[in-house]
Nanobody, 123 residues
Framework: QVHLAESGGGSVQAGESLRLSCTASGLTFDSYAVGWFRQAPGKEREFVAAINWNGSKIVYADSVKGRFTISRDNDKNMGWLQMNVLKSEDTAVYYC????????????????WGQGTQVTVSS
C-alpha cells in the first residue's frame, strides 16, 4: 500500500522559512517524480514544484521561483520543499504527490497523494 506523508507545516511570520518533508512508503521511490501542490481556502489546488526521479529536472511555479527549493533523497524515500521568504499568499494546505515515470508533471495527474500539511503565513 502506497503512503505519502507530509510534515513540517506550521504558522510563521512573513519573511520566515519552513521546510516541508514528504516521506514515501510502499512504492519504488526512484521510479517516481515528486510534486508539491497547495490549496488555499476557496481556491483550486495549484502546482508549486516538481522534481524528476533522479533530481536532474526541476520545475517551479512562477509564484515561488527563487524562494522555494525542491529536493529529494531516494535512499531515504523522502522529498523536501524548502520555503524561504514566505508571504501571506503562500498560506495553504500543501500536498506532496508521486507520479510514476520519467517526466516532471506540472499538473495534477499524479498517481498518489499525501493528506497535506497546513502552512499559515501571517503578515
Amino acid at each position: 500500500q502506497v503512503h505519502l506523508a507530509e510534515s513540517g507545516g506550521g504558522s510563521v511570520q512573513a519573511g520566515e522559512s519552513l521546510r516541508l518533508s514528504c516521506t514515501a512508503s510502499g512504492l519504488t521511490f526512484d521510479s517516481y517524480a515528486v510534486g508539491w501542490f497547495r490549496q488555499a481556502p476557496g481556491k483550486e489546488r495549484e502546482f508549486v514544484a516538481a522534481i524528476n526521479w533522479n533530481g536532474s529536472k526541476i520545475v517551479y511555479a512562477d509564484s515561488v521561483k527563487g524562494r522555494f527549493t525542491i529536493s529529494r533523497d531516494n535512499d531515504k524515500n523522502m522529498g523536501w520543499l524548502q520555503m524561504n521568504v514566505l508571504k501571506s499568499e503562500d498560506t495553504a494546505v500543501y500536498y506532496c504527490a508521486a507520479d510514476h515515470g520519467p517526466g516532471v508533471p506540472a499538473n495534477d495527474i499524479y498517481d498518489y497523494w499525501g493528506q497535506g500539511t497546513q502552512v499559515t503565513v501571517s503578515s
